[in-house]
């Protein structure tokens, strides 16, 4: 790989660009925060004490340039870093999104080396360490640049998978969307209650990590969940079959069909568990998350 020693991030005062910033100064390169607010990056600059700027001209000195933007802005970017990108940079973004930016970027920056990447977790990670991370190559040169970056990651600890664009995406719809989308309607169901308080204070183990997960997603930037939810290519086919599903228990329990009831829940076990490695250890699993709350 070439030697990276100055890189800029495009959308570095946003949470996840602030967390690369962090991260690659304490490798000790020279970093640089892109972005239009000028009052927002000198705060971040404050805090992490790196070079600011809101010019994006200012991409041509650095050796790897960081995309860092919501996706439904990438084209945009990626118009305007076209004219100042050369052919010994190279360019990653990091949206949680790869057909439409890797499909843009292939569209617009015809010089320097381009790579999707995903880095499945957020700025509260302390390390790359135990994190997941995607790759996303596409051409033979990606390759062999997604084969460093892999070496690099996989070095400091991190657990990285590499796969297409569209592969990608097909994971996400469920990994990230229906997730969310799941947390967002239970969120929306316990919103109207009047007792939240009192069930927080009886809540068992389950209650509270369903509360740990609501809670969790629907205090985030909702324009960030807005952007996944209609950006993800596969996910209204899995929103469809999950509101399917929850019209078909909601009558086995209306109709108190006990025995059917039962037989799915069996079905379902043993397909899930035939599928997942970790299967036998959820229950443990839950609980080890609730005692950290």
């Not at 404050?46 to 070079?51: D, E, H, I, P, S």
Request: aromatic share 6%.
């Amino acid at each position: 790989m070439t030697k990276i020693n100055k890189i800029a991030i495009i959308g570095g005062s946003g949470k996840m660009g602030q967390w690369f910033a962090r991260l690659l100064k304490e490798e000790g390169k020279s970093v640089t925060l892109i972005g239009r607010d000028k009052t927002k990056l000198a705060d971040v600059q404050k805090g992490l004490g790196v070079a600011i700027s809101d010019r994006i001209s200012d991409i041509e000195s650095a050796d790897a340039v960081i995309i860092s933007v919501p996706v439904d802005c990438f084209e945009e970017t990626a118009k305007q870093i076209s004219q100042f990108t050369h052919s010994s940079q190279l360019i990653f973004d990091v949206t949680s999104i790869k057909s439409i930016p890797v499909d843009l970027m292939h569209r617009y920056i015809t010089n320097g080396r381009i790579l999707g990447t995903h880095p499945v977790f957020g700025p509260g990670a302390r390390s790359l360490a135990n994190q997941n991370f995607v790759l996303t190559p596409t051409t033979p040169q990606e390759e062999k640049l997604a084969a460093q970056v892999l070496d690099f990651l996989v070095k400091r600890e991190a657990k990285v998978q590499i796969m297409t664009p569209d592969e990608h995406d097909s994971m996400m719809s469920v990994v990230l969307g229906l997730a969310h989308f799941i947390a967002i309607i239970s969120a929306d169901s316990l919103a109207g209650l009047e007792k939240l308080k009192e069930m927080e204070s009886i809540g068992g183990i389950t209650y509270k990590v369903l509360w740990t997960l609501v809670e969790s997603v629907i205090s985030e930037d909702p324009e960030l969940y807005a952007s996944l939810q209609m950006n993800l290519p596969q996910l209204p086919r899995f929103q469809e079959q999950f509101l399917k599903n929850s019209i078909e228990w909601t009558e086995l329990v209306k109709n108190r069909d006990r025995d059917e009831f039962v037989r799915r829940m069996k079905s379902i076990h043993d397909q899930l568990e035939a599928k997942s490695n970790n299967f036998g250890k959820a229950y443990d699993n839950m609980y080890k998350i609730a005692e950290g709350l």
